[in-house]
């Protein structure tokens, strides 16, 4: 007899690479090659360029779901291409590829705009595992509609991916968004850097992994919102990060 659950999580992966177009960006041409027949095999449409110099101009003829970004590129890093990608635009999200380690690309990655990151080298089926759990949570709030929400200055429309502050729209990346979300759903409550990673990335906390944080280090500088007066993102030593209401003064 089939387990509901495992059925359901099935159903859950394949929907999530159902005709997923993926433009894998490395120059190594053997790795692009063997990922390339594996996510074919999962599912997945599989594209690869192998400089950052052809990025831009596959973005704009359209039709790719996600990007897999190489730090180590030759020429132009992978973080110079991914912040002219995050000046045109906030979507499709972006999956990097660092070195294992090295925390300063990671973090630097993340601020420019980076959904989320895996390090090298890496089993496949992680990044398989990885890529669904980006393009579930990418696609979530299309699945959802559902009104605005609305938080003192703060105006939130998932179903749109188009965050306001003020009337003023302000570029949230895939992530954020989705940080923002869960901290305006449960304002005045503290939620977990357990939980926010779950929600916003697809994926359990790892050991070390500080994404979270850099994602609401963003957060907070893209907002820009009037301390004292304006709902205010704060951290809690061990319980994790709160949206005070306006004028709220919680601890």
Do not use: W
């Amino acid at each position: 007899m089939t387990n509901p659950r495992s059925a359901r999580n099935i159903r859950d992966m394949n929907t999530a690479s159902a005709a997923a177009r993926v433009l894998l960006v490395d120059d190594d041409r053997e790795l692009t090659s063997m990922l390339a027949q594996y996510l074919a095999q999962e599912g997945f449409a599989v594209e690869a360029v192998h400089d950052g110099s052809a990025i831009l101009e596959r973005l704009a003829a359209g039709g790719v779901d996600l990007i897999v970004l190489d730090i180590m590129l030759p020429g132009r890093s992978g973080l110079d291409v991914l912040q002219d990608v995050r000046r045109r635009t906030q979507t499709p999200p972006v999956l990097m590829l660092t070195a294992r380690g090295d925390d300063v690309d990671r973090i630097v990655g993340l601020e420019l705009g980076a959904d989320d990151y895996l390090p090298k080298p890496f089993n496949p089926r992680e990044l398989a595992a990885r890529l669904r759990a980006v393009l579930r949570r990418a696609r979530e709030p299309l699945l959802a509609p559902g009104a605005p929400l609305l938080l003192g200055p703060i105006t939130l429309d998932p179903s749109r991916h188009r965050a306001e502050v003020r009337g003023a729209v302000i570029a949230l990346t895939g992530a954020e968004l989705r940080v923002l979300e869960q901290l305006i759903r449960h304002a005045g409550k503290v939620i977990s850097r357990e939980q926010l990673t779950e929600s916003a990335l697809g994926r359990k906390l790892e050991l070390y992994d500080r994404s979270i944080d850099t994602h609401v280090s963003n957060l907070r500088r893209k907002l820009a919102l009037s301390p004292g007066r304006d709902p205010e993102i704060r951290g809690i030593r061990g319980a994790g990060y709160m949206l005070t209401a306006p004028g709220e003064d919680c601890v």
